[in-house]
Nanobody
């Protein structure tokens, strides 16, 4: 089992940047594909970005490509989401999630992820 704790959210002006972190407990962090999802007010939870276990494969939803970067440090049991050029539509609660897939892939459906953090609020003011 793994526990996930997000941090780094906050209030930022449009065009600004934030870096989210997700710290995982346990010694098997490198066994998990890690992803970020978000839920905006009145909307469904959506996949944002993911990174496979070794860190050599990443996936992004189209709306964040070129602006967000996901990375991981397996030695620190941490996954990051660098968010640049933020827009008001990026406002949401951001969640990190862990998928113990045996495959070196990133799945973009929430049902694939066994473990979730509590979320961190990101608010972008226009």
């Amino acid at each position: 089992q793994v526990q996930l704790v997000e941090s780094g959210g906050g209030l930022v002006q449009a065009g600004g940047s934030l870096r989210l972190s997700c710290a995982a407990s346990g010694r098997t962090f490198s066994s998990y594909t890690m992803s970020w999802f978000r839920r905006a007010p009145g909307k469904e939870r959506e996949f944002v970005a993911g990174i496979n276990k070794s860190g050599d494969r990443t996936e992004y939803t189209d709306s964040v490509k070129g602006r967000f970067t996901i990375s991981r440090d397996n030695a620190k049991n941490t996954v990051y989401l660098q968010m640049n050029s933020l827009k008001s539509e990026d406002t949401a609660v951001y969640y990190c999630a862990a998928d113990r897939t045996m495959l070196p892939i990133v799945r973009n459906t929430a049902a694939a992820y066994e473990y979730w953090g509590q979320g961190t609020q990101v608010t972008v003011s226009s």
